[in-house]
T-cell receptor
Framework: DTAVSQTPKYLVTQMGNDKSIKCEQN?????MYWYKQDSKKFLKIMFS???????INETVPNRFSPKSPDKAHLNLHINSLELGDSAVYFC???????????????FGPGTRLTVL | GQNIDQPTEMTATEGAIVQINCTYQ??????LFWYQQHAGEAPTFLSY????GLEEKGRFSSFLSRSKGYSYLLLKELQMKDSASYLC???????????FGPGTRLSVLP
């Protein structure tokens, strides 16, 4: 009955590698997000995506790319991993804004990425 | 741009009331959210304000003043399980960009 799920929960890898984190939501939501939470606990949006539009936070390096095979999935692919990429990555989803009084976000459990 | 400020840490006693303040400056505004995040867990939604005033939800209430760029989260009858970080977040006019504050770590003491 998990609403938003992510895999893996933990990811330890070497600098320079390419890795992916998967996210799936079974809530029927239209919009999905990726957030990065660093060691200081700042939660920063990286991408928001629905079937119409990808909005990229301009501070996100182009080594990060979201890939959405369908409305229920938004995976995060990271090329050439760097030490500074170590953080917890949260996926979230919400119903599209239009027609809703608000679009509460439901977060996945997070993926703790450690780059060595 | 958008900027959100909250106190870093607060401490309160079990059974008491605590108010966590949030100030924001945004280029566009379409709602203010509060989330709770326990250590090692995902944020969970608490409340939402888009109009001025108080929204009450059980032991938790949230207030918004758009003219002042100010919100607060009020927690009543504090319980030990309320020890967590509380994140204030604003949403822009387009509805898909959220900016989170640094979070306020609340410790509830017996």
């Amino acid at each position: 009955d998990t609403a938003v799920s992510q895999t893996p929960k933990y990811l330890v890898t070497q600098m320079g590698n390419d890795k992916s984190i998967k996210c799936e939501q079974n809530l029927g939501h239209d919009t999905m997000y990726w957030y990065k939470q660093d060691s200081k606990k700042f939660l920063k949006i990286m991408f928001s995506y629905n079937n119409k539009e990808l909005i990229i936070n301009e501070t996100v390096p182009n080594r990060f790319s979201p890939k959405s095979p369908d409305k229920a999935h938004l995976n995060l692919h990271i090329n050439s991993l760097e030490l500074g990429d170590s953080a917890v990555y949260f996926c979230a989803s919400s119903q599209d804004l239009w027609g809703q009084p608000y679009n509460e976000q439901f977060f996945g459990p997070g993926t703790r990425l450690t780059v060595l | 741009g958008q900027n959100i400020d909250q106190p870093t840490e607060m401490t309160a006693t079990e059974g008491a009331i605590v108010q966590i303040n949030c100030t924001y400056q945004t280029s566009g505004f379409n709602g203010l959210f509060w989330y709770q995040q326990h250590a090692g867990e995902a944020p969970t939604f608490l409340s939402y304000n888009v109009l001025d005033g108080l929204e009450e939800k059980g032991r938790f209430s949230s207030f918004l003043s758009r003219s002042k760029g100010y919100s607060y989260l009020l927690l009543k009858e504090l319980q030990m399980k309320d020890s967590a970080s509380y994140l204030c977040a604003s949403r822009d006019n387009y509805g898909q960009n959220f900016v989170f504050g640094p979070g306020t770590r609340l410790s509830v003491l017996p």
